[in-house]
Every structure is written in C-alpha cells, then in structure tokens.
C-alpha cells in the first residue's frame, strides 16, 4: 500500500495533535521523519510542499529516545516486566467499543495473550504478553496516543 498526499498530511496533523516530539516513519523507499523540536544539523531534512504543510510548521530531524530510555521512565518493582507499545499509534484496550477490556488488573494472562491494539491508519495492531503473569498495572487508557517503546501495562510474570 503507497501512502498518497492526504495519507501523510493526516499523518502530519495526527502528529502535531500528539504528545510525541518525534516521528519516523518508512514505507519502502519513502522514509518520513518530523520533530517538534527543530532540525538536527546532523540529519538530511525531508521536505513537505508548501501546499502540502501544516499550520504549525513541522522541522524535519532524525532522533529516536532508545526504547531502554523510554521502558525506563516507569520506576519497577522486583519481578514486575513492561508490556510495551511495538509502534506509534492510538491505543485500544479491547477490540470495539461495546465489548470488554482485553485485560484488568489481576488478570491472569498467558504468554502470547492480546492486552491491546494499536491503530494506525486504519491498521489494528495486537500487543501480546511475552511471558504469562498477572497484569499489576495499566500505563495508558483507552484511545490515547502511544509512543514506540512507551509502557503500556505491568506484569508480574509468573516465577
């Protein structure tokens, strides 16, 4: 699927509503990096048409935090791990609005067992345990913006 025009212009507006100060994305050939911080001398800039930009202008910059630094931000207790977001996206506690959270605090989760979804464009995709536990913390509500590597839940795994 190529991105058109009015793909990347959502993807900019999405970007300048949220929280993040960074956003890299690829797709192929095309690679699309914006920051709300300003340009970074080391990094070629991307350009958008004039056209084609938003109210708020929008610098181009490569910077990434290491997800270590971001998993980090989360103070952890012995034996607790995070579940953190695999992308940038919106999150979704449970499949649709009118069902249920995929989990609570105190569930009882398998290894591989979905926690959450995160969208983008249109694109759903599942947050999965890595070990089985017991969910001890939920980080994000329903429908907030997440980041790469942000901490989403805790789990106690079990022993």
Known sequence: MELTEEDVLEILRLFEQSKFDFLQLEQGERKITVSKGGYLASAPAATVPAAAAPAAPVKAAIA???????????????????????????????????????????????????????????????????????????????????????PLFLLRAKP
Do not use: H
């Open 64 to 150: 990434v935090e290491p997800v270590s630094a971001v998993a980090n931000a989360v103070p952890l207790e012995p034996g607790l791990m995070p579940i953190l977001a695999t992308m940038v996206g919106k999150f979704y506690a449970a499949p649709s609005p009118s069902d249920p959270p995929y989990v609570a605090v105190g569930a009882a989760v398998e290894a591989g067992a979905t926690v959450g979804l995160i969208e983008v464009m249109k694109v759903f995709t599942s947050i999965k345990t890595e070990a089985a536990g017991t969910i001890e913390r939920i980080l994000v509500s329903n429908g907030q913006f997440v980041e790469f590597g942000q």
